[in-house]
């Protein structure tokens, strides 16, 4: 059971390029979310779903676009990438429900210059 | 709005002492909160939360914590504390009557643990 994968683990992009990270999870979990951590900072929340087709932005979306065709997969988006994205992302995903708890993917270290 | 405070950015303990991590919080309604840790390079990883009944809540690795809803915090807590529990760990809450569709969650900033040996 692989849980929560995310893809790449690392990467580095010039200012102005895109790129989508990777997100997938195998246990059938409606709810996913994508989170920024900045170094000895907790974790911020970009955007998240409930669903398959269901998005929502959380508290930093700016910079940033998600979606959701399917329940598996929640790929993050980052369009004209800024100095200011440098970060490392997390996706999560949990069971319906605000008592369960999260599940976290490794990460994914990013850097902008 | 919910919030959660972690008031110390580091803690230092010996090993086998007895190790506290502290987390107050803030919510509207009645709080479900949770206790994450996280290994250097890896991602977040769960290891109890309280959601109601009994206010001294076990979980992973020999952790625990307890709830005091008088003085809103929910202190993590390990009776002998090992070298390998030296990670960061972080609060996080969510508000029972929160109206959001989400299960979004608060997460303090996280208090580092150092055990040494």
């Known amino acids: 059971n692989a849980g929560v994968t995310q893809t790449p683990k690392f990467r580095i992009l010039k200012i102005g390029q895109s790129m989508t990270l990777q997100c997938t999870q195998d246990m059938n979990h409606n709810y996913m979310y994508w989170y920024r951590q900045d170094p000895g900072m907790g974790l911020k929340l970009i955007y998240y779903?409930?669903?398959?087709?269901?998005?929502d932005k959380g508290e930093v979306p700016n910079g940033y676009n998600v979606s959701r065709s399917t329940t598996e997969d929640f790929p993050l988006r980052l369009e004209l990438a800024a100095p200011s994205q440098t970060s490392v992302y997390f996706c999560?995903?949990?069971?319906?429900?605000?008592?369960?708890?999260?599940?976290f993917g490794p990460g994914t270290r990013l850097t902008v210059t | 709005a919910q919030s959660v405070a972690q008031p110390e950015d580091q803690v230092n303990v010996a090993e086998g002492n007895p190790l506290t991590v502290k987390c107050t919080y803030s919510v509207s309604g009645n709080p479900y909160l949770f206790w994450y840790v996280q290994y250097p390079n890896r991602g977040l990883q769960f290891l109890l939360k309280y959601i109601t009944g009994d206010n001294l809540v076990k979980g992973s690795y020999g952790f625990e914590a307890e709830f005091n809803k008088s003085q809103t915090s929910f202190h993590l807590k390990k009776p002998s504390a090992l070298v390998s529990d030296s990670a960061l760990y972080f609060c996080a809450v969510r508000d029972e009557e929160g109206d959001n569709a989400g299960n979004m969650l608060t997460f303090g900033g996280g208090t580092r643990l150092m055990v040494k040996p």
């Open positions: 779903s409930v669903g398959a087709g269901i998005t």
């Open positions: 999560a995903s949990s069971m319906t429900g605000a008592s369960y708890e999260q599940y």
